[in-house]
C-alpha cells in the first residue's frame, strides 16, 4: 500500500495525472466503506458486520422499460446490503428477493445533487435513487438513502435560502416520485402500483458528512489515513 501511494503521489506532483482523478468523493467513500467493514463499525444504524457492497453497479429504475419517458439503468456510488452483482456477466446489482436490508449512499464533495433527469425535470438525483431502492425491495426490507458531503456543504445556504436538507427530505422525495408515477401511469401502458409509493415512504433519508464518519471510527490509524486523505480531497477540489 506504501509503494502504490508513493507511485501515485509522484504522479500527482509530476502532473502526469489530476489529483481530482484520484482525490475525490467516489475514492472518499470507498476508502470509508472499505475499513468500516474491516472495522465492522455501526453508524448511522448501518452495522458494517459482514455486509456486502460495491460501488458503481447497475440498479434498475421502475421506468426502465416504459415507452414514454424512459429512464435507463442508475449507477449507485455505493450500494450495500444483501444483493449480488457479477461484474464479468453484466454490471446489474439483483437485490435478494428476502434482502432483509439494502441502501445507496451517494456521495459528494464539490457539486450538488442534479436538479432532475432529462425525461423529468422535478425528479432530482435523491428521488431517482430512493425510486430505485423501492423498486428492488419488498416492504420486509429495511432501506436507506444517505448524501455523503463535507459539513461545510452540508449547511451551505443556495441564493434560494435552501440547503441539501432540504431536498434530501423524504416528504419532498416522495412527492417527487409521486408525481412521476402518475406522469408515467399517464403516458405508458405498464402501469406502477402505489405500492411503490409505500415502499418509498418506509426508506430512511438523511444527509450525512465525512468528519462525523470519520470520526466514528475507534482506531485512532484508520482515522489518521482517511483525515489525510479527506485533506487532500479538499484541497484540491477547493472545499474550505
Avoid at 435513487?129 to 455523503?148: L, P, R
Wanted: one cysteine or more.
Amino acid at each position: 500500500m506504501k509503494v502504490i501511494k508513493e507511485i501515485v503521489e509522484s504522479m500527482i506532483s509530476a502532473s502526469n495525472v489530476n489529483p481530482t482523478e484520484i482525490y475525490n468523493e467516489g475514492w472518499m467513500t470507498r476508502l470509508l466503506m472499505y475499513y468500516s467493514v474491516k472495522e465492522k463499525l455501526s453508524f448511522k444504524g448501518i452495522d458494517f458486520t459482514n455486509k456486502y457492497w460495491t460501488s458503481e453497479a447497475l440498479i434498475s429504475s421502475p421506468f426502465v422499460s416504459a415507452k414514454s419517458k424512459r429512464e435507463g439503468y442508475t449507477h449507485p456510488d455505493i450500494a450495500i446490503g444483501n444483493f449480488t452483482v457479477k461484474y464479468t456477466v453484466s454490471g446489474r446489482l439483483m437485490v435478494d428477493e428476502n434482502a432483509k436490508m439494502f441502501g445507496i449512499i451517494e456521495a459528494k464533495m464539490k457539486s450538488d445533487l442534479s436538479p432532475g433527469t432529462e425525461n423529468a425535470k422535478g425528479f432530482n438525483h435523491a428521488s431517482r435513487n430512493v425510486a430505485c431502492i423501492a423498486h428492488n425491495t419488498t416492504k420486509e426490507c429495511e432501506t436507506f438513502f444517505y448524501v455523503v458531503l463535507p459539513k461545510s456543504k452540508r449547511d451551505h445556504k443556495k441564493r434560494d435560502g435552501t440547503t441539501i436538507k432540504d431536498l434530501v427530505n423524504i416528504d419532498t422525495i416522495g412527492e417527487q416520485i409521486t408525481d412521476r408515477v402518475k406522469s408515467h401511469n399517464n403516458t405508458n401502458e405498464d402501469q406502477i402500483d402505489t405500492n411503490l409509493i409505500e415502499r418509498v415512504k418506509q426508506c430512511k433519508v438523511e444527509v450525512i458528512t465525512y468528519e462525523d464518519w470519520i470520526k466514528a471510527f475507534n482506531d485512532n490509524k484508520i482515522k489518521e489515513e482517511l483525515n489525510e486523505f479527506y485533506d487532500k480531497c479538499k484541497i484540491h477540489n477547493k472545499i474550505k
